[in-house]
């Protein structure tokens, strides 16, 4: 084995990073306090799924709690469970309910499942005779047709008066299915069929609304809101400016700078003809990285939908991706930069403050959620806490 001189050191993880994240906690804590005074008089809890839209539930988790969230939703017990040793007084609630074999699990780190349908509250009236009451919460179907039980049936149980005394909801909540579009009239349809659930329920407390059905107004507020999209920067509602500040910045490393010449190709297949004599970085992140093959820019299906392909931004410029993105390369059209602004080694940015994250999302066909949740494993992360 070479002796390598003690000066040799590893260098910081993040300096060299093929691909890196930087998440902003100072921007997550504006957002949430931006949609508790959104919310008025309704409370704001934070929804912290899918490892915090995948952003890290635990850095994100402690600083939703310290910026004042004191009610959170995981999808999953697991993450419920991860999440009590940040919050330790929170009310924790998993959204997918709770199966047999997993009550020790919601008793013991205090969860409280959201109960979505017949069997599930059977369930848990067996459970809570046997072990003693506990927290549930009810989901109500208002049109969505993915969880929640039915909305005569829950008005149904409401009225029971056999229903037991062990079944205490703490909350009844619904959700839109197109809050992030204002002009819809089935928002207006939810809410009306989400009053009558609320009136059924009188003196237990309702939510109705995620980021988007904040920005609806003071009707949808109910006593609970749910943002999570917009904590962490992403666009609630399409087609107006998004008032959110950015939380994640994605970044690939520049691994080479080279020159291609007018009528070559680039990249798998040969789809892309290059018009011009052209320099041309290829970047350390691809599709195994969440850089979705969609964003390719040329050669995929969606090219043929929507016209343009991916972006970066590096040296003060947007560039275009070109060819096909691969699995762990993507290569950027970076003729336009005086060669003396950029390098191998530099960053280029694949979004964060100066790449919307929508608008990427939108060059792949998806929406920022997905692209959040994608990114996969390879990214070194730095998380900036507000005092840094
Ligand atoms: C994911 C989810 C939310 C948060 O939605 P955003 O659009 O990210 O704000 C709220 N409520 C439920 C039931 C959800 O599944």
Known sequence: MTDFDSELSYPDDFDIAPVRLTVDLGALGDNWRQMARRSGTARTAAVVKADAYGLGLEDCGITLYEAGARDFF????QEGMTLRTYAPDARIYVLSGIWPGQERM???????????????LAFWMSVTSEYGDHPCALQVDTGFNRLGLPLEDAIAFANDVSRPASFSPVLVLSHLHSGDTPSSPLNQKQLSAFQRVAEAFEGIETSLSASAG?????DYHFDLTRPGIALYGGEAVAGVP??????????????????????????????????????LAVVSAGYADGYKRALSGSGVPLRKTVAQGGFGFVAGRK????????????????????????QAGDYVELFGPNVALDDVARAAGTIGYELLTSLGLRYERRYIYPDD
């Open 74 to 77: 995981v999808a999953v017990v």
């Open 319 to 342: 560039v275009p991706v070109i060819g096909r993105i691969t699995m762990d390369l993507t290569i950027f059209d970076v003729t336009d930069i005086p060669a003396s602004n950029i």
């Open 106 to 120: 919601f008793f013991e780190h205090d969860l409280v499942p959201v109960l979505a349908s017949e069997e599930q």
């Open 214 to 218: 904040i920005f609806l107004g003071p």
């Open 242 to 279: 998004n008032p959110m500040k950015p939380v994640a910045k994605a970044e690939a490393r520049i691994i080479q700078i080279r020159d291609g010449k007018k009528g070559e190709t680039v990249s798998y297949g040969g789809t892309y003809q290059l018009s011009r004599d052209s320099r």
